[in-house]
């Protein structure tokens, strides 16, 4: 009787709380937590939470407490644009798309598809155009309780918005199967409809991680070195759910999340401009004009072959302006101040006080780090951003922008190019001591791997080669991959010689190495030798076909009756990006997202902050020779 009473109790308690706050759901077979979790819009957290047994074990049958789900059933006001009629207007100066399309509370493409001419060229003083007028419909839209519409903010990555609503970025794929690889401000995507404060934000104080296939907590201890713990401490799902490909992560502000070198795909800022108003960009570089008798043009030319220096910023300045008749189609126009240094630091101090920047967007250069630290130590106080363009700053000031990625990023680069590759292959990495240290790095990236040091002299000094017989047994049938770690020139080829004569058709090997220096391109270095090897190395840049004959390449040939090198295409590259991104927000750090990741000609940038500190590119290339030219190497 006892017994029958207690039942009672129990089954009027349970019929209580499912008719206030919960329902039952009987598992099918089949069927997972996160399916169910899906089917009612609750999380799986949440149904673990009441059904701890089914930690362990979800049987067929099983009946489960399934929560009232957070997600909001309200119908959602959505508003719609309808077009009433046109208002001329006539351009007055210093008028733009962007000031005209605030005046009228319109947006710029609209004004651009009521005057289509404007997408080809730019808009005049006296211009006669149409300004579309638009009134606002308001519907009820139901969602039947599952999904709302969410408008993707500046800077939002797929990361930002999936943590925001609390789903992995898989989800997020889910609900929107036709959204763009890289987030544009404006897209509208399908998220969860819960309620605005259950949705999390991102605290810029922390760092955050996207959990990779097959990762675990061990895994992303060696990789971030943040313990089990921590991270449940930061993610509480973990301690119910655990680890889910696609999960966003909150990790410690100071674990360097920055070497795990992700994939974005490229945005293309010129589909966004809204800030068209004219950039006022310095271009500092050592042209030391004074040392230059412009008089006469045989010793300007000898100046210019003698004078490393001069050489390449008259190449990047060319470069420069080529971006900038670019960008001018797109409507951005630019006050450009071109600014010799000398390369001095006496020249830049007075160059510095007799010259007011804080108006201005943005400084390219100076080139050299000791000139660059000493511009934007200056500028810093008026938060001026400073780009540094073909070399590694001193100091990464609050207002610096370092375009080169560092050697850190190029030899995680590869190393994860590698990991990519799933099919079988024997890995050997021959170095000499000098080298050891990311020897030993990639013997614990690739535990199987063979090491190979070079032999020492009778003196136990370094002799920089190694025998033939240090390579028998060592390749293997398939594809066998080589990284040589050295900036000897002379042990670079003689290991290069002798795994050359090893490669055949059944025993295949690819070069690879983290750092391609001038051990790699040296007379003793035969380049068929590189390129039967399939040589890999990360690098910042890719090199342009100049046989492609693409538009900047034959703009650039019918302005200067040469081809460009890669200092006239790194300033194309640099300026233009530059140009893009302060048309596309505010300011260039409005603009700056890692996010975005965009491509030119032969180089891409996307931009991390340091905390305390400032921006770098983590945008790196793995290039690969191949029938004696250099090319990206796909993966």
Same mark, same amino acid.
């Given at each position: 009787?006892?017994?029958?009473?207690? !039942? /009672?109790?129990?089954?009027?308690?349970?019929?209580? =709380? &499912? +008719?206030? $706050?919960? *329902?039952?759901?009987?598992?099918? %077979?089949?069927?997972?937590?996160?399916?169910?979790?899906?089917?009612?819009?609750?999380?799986?957290?949440?149904?673990?939470?009441?059904?701890?047994?089914?930690?362990?074990?979800?049987?067929?049958?099983?009946?489960? !407490? /399934?929560?009232?789900?957070?997600?909001?059933?309200? =119908? &959602? +006001?959505? $508003?719609? *644009?309808?077009?009433?009629?046109? %208002?001329?207007?006539?351009?007055?100066?210093?008028?733009?798309?962007?000031?005209?399309?605030?005046?009228?509370?319109?947006?710029?493409?609209?004004?651009?598809?009521?005057?289509?001419?404007?997408?080809?060229?730019?808009?005049?003083?006296?211009?006669?155009?149409?300004?579309?007028?638009?009134?606002?419909?308001?519907?009820?839209?139901?969602?039947?309780?599952?999904?709302?519409?969410?408008?993707?903010?500046?800077?939002?990555?797929?990361?930002?918005?999936?943590?925001?609503?609390?789903?992995?970025?898989?989800?997020?794929?889910?609900?929107?199967?036709?959204?763009?690889?890289?987030?544009?401000?404006?897209?509208?995507?399908?998220?969860?409809?819960?309620?605005?404060?259950?949705?999390?934000?991102?605290?810029?104080?922390?760092?955050?991680?996207?959990?990779?296939?097959?990762?675990?907590?061990?895994?992303?201890?060696?990789?971030?070195?943040?313990?089990?713990?921590?991270?449940?401490?930061?993610?509480?799902?973990?301690?119910?759910?655990?680890?889910?490909?696609?999960?966003?992560?909150?990790?410690?502000?100071?674990?360097?999340?920055?070497?795990?070198?992700?994939?974005?795909?490229?945005?293309?800022?010129?589909?966004?401009?809204?800030?068209?108003?004219?950039?006022?960009?310095?271009?500092?570089?050592?042209?030391?004009?004074?040392?230059?008798?412009?008089?006469?043009?045989?010793?300007?030319?000898?100046?210019?072959?003698?004078?490393?220096?001069?050489?390449?910023?008259?190449?990047?300045?060319?470069?420069?302006?080529?971006?900038?008749?670019?960008?001018?189609?797109?409507?951005?126009?630019?006050?450009?101040?071109?600014?010799?240094?000398?390369?001095?630091?006496?020249?830049?101090?007075?160059?510095?006080?007799?010259?007011?920047?804080?108006?201005?967007?943005?400084?390219?250069?100076?080139?050299?780090?000791?000139?660059?630290?000493?511009?934007?130590?200056?500028?810093?106080?008026?938060?001026?951003?400073?780009?540094?363009?073909?070399?590694?700053?001193?100091?990464?000031?609050?207002?610096?922008?370092?375009?080169?990625?560092?050697?850190?990023?190029?030899?995680?680069?590869?190393?994860?190019?590698?990991?990519?590759?799933?099919?079988?292959?024997?890995?050997?990495?021959?170095?000499?001591?000098?080298?050891?240290?990311?020897?030993?790095?990639?013997?614990?990236?690739?535990?199987?791997?063979?090491?190979?040091?070079?032999?020492?002299?009778?003196?136990?000094?370094?002799?920089?080669?190694?025998?033939?017989?240090?390579?028998?047994?060592?390749?293997?049938?398939?594809?066998?991959?080589?990284?040589?770690?050295?900036?000897?020139?002379?042990?670079?080829?003689?290991?290069?010689?002798?795994?050359?004569?090893?490669?055949?058709?059944?025993?295949?090997?690819?070069?690879?190495?983290?750092?391609?220096?001038?051990?790699?391109?040296?007379?003793?270095?035969?380049?068929?030798?590189?390129?039967?090897?399939?040589?890999?190395?990360?690098?910042?840049?890719?090199?342009?076909?100049?046989?492609?004959?693409?538009?900047?390449?034959?703009?650039?040939?019918?302005?200067?009756?040469?081809?460009?090198?890669?200092?006239?295409?790194?300033?194309?590259?640099?300026?233009?990006?530059?140009?893009?991104?302060?048309?596309?927000?505010?300011?260039?750090?409005?603009?700056?997202?890692?996010?975005?990741?965009?491509?030119?000609?032969?180089?891409?940038?996307?931009?991390?902050?340091?905390?305390?500190?400032?921006?770098?590119?983590?945008?790196?290339?793995?290039?690969?020779?191949?029938?004696?030219?250099?090319?990206?190497?796909?993966?």
């Amino acid at each position: 009787m006892k017994k029958l009473l207690i !039942i /009672i109790v129990i089954l009027l308690c349970s019929f209580s =709380a &499912i +008719a206030q $706050d919960y *329902k039952t759901h009987k598992v099918k %077979k089949g069927e997972t937590i996160e399916q169910i979790a899906k089917l009612y819009l609750v999380t799986p957290f949440d149904i673990l939470a009441l059904n701890p047994d089914a930690k362990k074990e979800l049987k067929p049958d099983t009946v489960l !407490i /399934i929560p009232t789900s957070r997600v909001k059933n309200e =119908a &959602i +006001a959505e $508003d719609t *644009k309808e077009l009433i009629d046109y %208002k001329k207007h006539k351009v007055r100066r210093k008028e733009t798309l962007f000031s005209i399309s605030q005046k009228y509370g319109v947006e710029i493409e609209d004004i651009k598809k009521a005057n289509t001419s404007l997408y080809s060229k730019n808009l005049r003083k006296g211009d006669r155009i149409k300004i579309p007028r638009f009134k606002t419909v308001v519907n009820k839209v139901s969602l039947n309780n599952t999904i709302k519409k969410y408008v993707v903010a500046p800077k939002e990555g797929k990361w930002r918005v999936a943590y925001k609503f609390g789903i992995t970025v898989p989800d997020l794929e889910a609900l929107n199967p036709n959204m763009n690889d890289v987030l544009q401000p404006g897209d509208e995507l399908n998220v969860p409809n819960i309620s605005n404060n259950e949705e999390k934000a991102v605290e810029e104080e922390f760092n955050y991680y996207t959990v990779l296939k097959s990762e675990g907590f061990m895994a992303l201890n060696r990789k971030l070195g943040v313990t089990q713990d921590q991270l449940e401490g930061l993610n509480p799902e973990l301690k119910e759910g655990g680890l889910k490909l696609g999960m966003v992560l909150k990790v410690p502000g100071d674990i360097e999340t920055t070497n795990v070198v992700m994939d974005v795909a490229n945005t293309n800022l010129s589909a966004n401009l809204k800030n068209l108003s004219a950039k006022r960009i310095a271009l500092m570089l050592p042209f030391s004009l004074n040392k230059i008798d412009v008089d006469s043009v045989q010793d300007a030319k000898k100046m210019i072959r003698k004078n490393g220096l001069l050489s390449v910023s008259l190449d990047f300045h060319t470069g420069v302006l080529m971006a900038l008749d670019s960008a001018k189609q797109l409507g951005i126009s630019t006050n450009l101040k071109v600014i010799d240094t000398r390369n001095q630091i006496a020249e830049i101090s007075k160059i510095l006080e007799a010259n007011d920047f804080s108006e201005y967007d943005a400084v390219i250069g100076p080139l050299m780090p000791t000139n660059l630290d000493r511009v934007a130590s200056k500028l810093n106080s008026d938060n001026i951003p400073v780009l540094s363009p073909l070399t590694m700053p001193k100091n990464l000031y609050s207002n610096v922008f370092q375009t080169i990625p560092t050697d850190d990023l190029l030899e995680q680069a590869i190393i994860n190019y590698v990991k990519k590759d799933s099919f079988p292959r024997h890995m050997v990495i021959i170095s000499d001591s000098k080298h050891k240290a990311i020897s030993d790095k990639l013997k614990g990236e690739f535990p199987s791997a063979k090491q190979i040091l070079s032999r020492k002299n009778k003196k136990n000094k370094e002799a920089y080669f190694i025998y033939q017989q240090d390579l028998e047994n060592v390749f293997k049938t398939g594809t066998n991959i080589v990284f040589l770690e050295t900036d000897n020139e002379g042990f670079a080829s003689n290991v290069i010689s002798m795994i050359n004569g090893l490669n055949m058709e059944d025993q295949k090997i690819i070069l690879m190495t983290t750092n391609k220096n001038k051990a790699f391109e040296g007379k003793e270095i035969s380049n068929y030798h590189l390129s039967n090897l399939k040589f890999h190395y990360p690098s910042v840049n890719k090199t342009i076909d100049v046989g492609s004959r693409n538009s900047f390449v034959k703009a650039y040939m019918n302005t200067y009756n040469v081809s460009p090198n890669k200092y006239a295409v790194r300033g194309f590259d640099l300026t233009l990006d530059l140009l893009l991104r302060l048309a596309s927000g505010d300011d260039l750090y409005e603009a700056y997202s890692s996010d975005i990741e965009t491509e030119y000609i032969e180089n891409k940038f996307r931009y991390s902050k340091k905390m305390f500190g400032g921006y770098y590119n983590q945008a790196v290339y793995v290039v690969k020779f191949e029938d004696l030219t250099i090319v990206e190497a796909k993966e």
